[in-house]
């Protein structure tokens, strides 16, 4: 079993910032990637950044610039900086983590809860 522990987001105006957290943990052998999605009001989920173990990181297209992914390998730890907001960011924001479990070293693909993101304007 992997876990995905979320933390962050809320409310936020336009122009500002929020940050998010994911932190993994369980059966944990190997991370190859982390990262964020997301799923706006009568929208489909969405790519917003993922960053490999070997740091190589992807951005959808709607936040390039504005949103800044790092990782944690030691803590099994991604974060996501989000400024200059706007209110079509507003979205449930998924933490994903794809890799390889302890002992069994079969593949997972798990998802967090969700974090709600509301930017107004």
């Known amino acids: 079993q992997v876990h995905l522990a979320e933390s962050g987001g809320g409310l936020a105006q336009a122009g500002g910032s929020l940050s998010l957290s994911c932190v993994a943990s369980g059966s944990i052998s190997l991370i190859n990637v982390m990262g964020w999605y997301r799923q706006g009001p009568g929208k489909d989920r969405e790519l917003v950044a993922t960053?490999?173990?070997?740091?190589?990181?992807e951005y959808g297209d709607s936040v390039k610039g504005r949103f800044t992914i790092s990782r944690d390998s030691a803590k099994n730890t991604a974060t996501l900086q989000m400024n200059s907001l706007k209110p079509e960011d507003t979205a449930v924001y998924y933490c994903?983590?794809?890799?390889?479990?302890?002992?069994?070293?079969?593949?997972?693909?798990?998802w967090g809860q969700g974090t709600q993101v509301t930017v107004s304007s």
């Open positions: 960053v490999t173990s070997g740091n190589k990181v």
């Open positions: 994903n983590c794809k890799g390889k479990r302890r002992g069994s070293w079969s593949s997972y693909d798990s």
